[in-house]
């Protein structure tokens, strides 16, 4: 997987990175922009982005006036961008969100990024290893959990994660999964 939040520089206890501005669209000042999420539609549910150059400036906000999915990409027009030249000029920056702008979750939801770096363990107490990403399989989430040496697909499935403090995530994992994980299987 790129890390591809190593090619922005922002401050992550305010914002969170949701995309990149792929290009400009059309004539009007529309940007096409990649979600990292691979949730398109999501971008519909926020007022506001901030974006983040390569050197790390911030923008001020911009307000969405539209948006549309395209793809794994969403079309969007914001209010401070009125032509293609405008358009242009932000090309390949990051796409924040504010983290006070976040909608709260429901039951049975939660963010990727509150999952990141936690521990993981085992029903008994175990440690097993430390989230370093999630992806999505398109069937559900999955963590990847660094264990020693080896690294660990974790489905987030009700009957597997069984918890969650602050600190750590438990769970129950089925009898073998490490094993099909594991380097030498096969």
């Given at each position: 997987m790129v890390d591809?939040?190593?090619?922005f520089?922002?401050p992550?206890?305010e914002y969170l990175?949701?995309?990149?501005v792929v290009?400009a669209?059309?004539l009007?000042?529309?940007?096409?922009?990649f979600?990292?999420?691979g949730?398109p539609e999501?971008?519909k549910?926020?007022?506001?982005i901030?974006?983040?150059?390569?050197?790390g400036r911030?923008s001020?906000?911009?307000?969405?006036l539209?948006s549309r999915?395209?793809?794994?990409?969403?079309?969007?027009?914001l209010?401070?961008?009125?032509n293609?030249?405008q358009?242009?000029?932000?090309e390949?920056?990051?796409?924040l969100?504010?983290r006070?702008?976040?909608?709260?979750?429901?039951?049975?939801?939660?963010?990727w990024?509150n999952?990141?770096?936690?521990l993981?363990?085992?029903?008994e107490?175990?440690?097993?290893?430390?989230v370093?990403?999630?992806?999505t399989?398109?069937?559900?989430?999955?963590?990847?959990?660094k264990t020693?040496?080896?690294e660990?697909?974790i489905?987030?499935t009700k009957?597997?994660?069984?918890?969650?403090?602050?600190?750590?995530?438990?769970?129950d994992l089925?009898p073998?999964?490490?094993?099909?994980?594991?380097n030498s299987?096969?």
């Amino acid at each position: 997987m790129v890390d591809v939040v190593a090619d922005f520089s922002y401050p992550d206890d305010e914002y969170l990175l949701l995309g990149k501005v792929v290009k400009a669209h059309g004539l009007r000042g529309e940007v096409k922009i990649f979600l990292f999420s691979g949730q398109p539609e999501n971008l519909k549910g926020y007022r506001e982005i901030v974006l983040a150059g390569k050197n790390g400036r911030l923008s001020a906000p911009h307000v969405i006036l539209r948006s549309r999915a395209q793809g794994k990409a969403a079309v969007v027009q914001l209010a401070s961008i009125a032509n293609r030249v405008q358009a242009e000029q932000i090309e390949g920056d990051a796409v924040l969100l504010a983290r006070k702008h976040l909608p709260a979750v429901g039951d049975n939801e939660y963010y990727w990024h509150n999952y990141q770096d936690k521990l993981v363990v085992g029903l008994e107490g175990n440690t097993i290893g430390r989230v370093t990403h999630i992806f999505t399989n398109g069937a559900q989430d999955v963590l990847v959990v660094k264990t020693a040496g080896e690294e660990l697909l974790i489905p987030i499935t009700k009957g597997i994660l069984v918890g969650e403090t602050a600190e750590k995530l438990i769970v129950d994992l089925p009898p073998g999964l490490m094993e099909l994980n594991s380097n030498s299987a096969g």
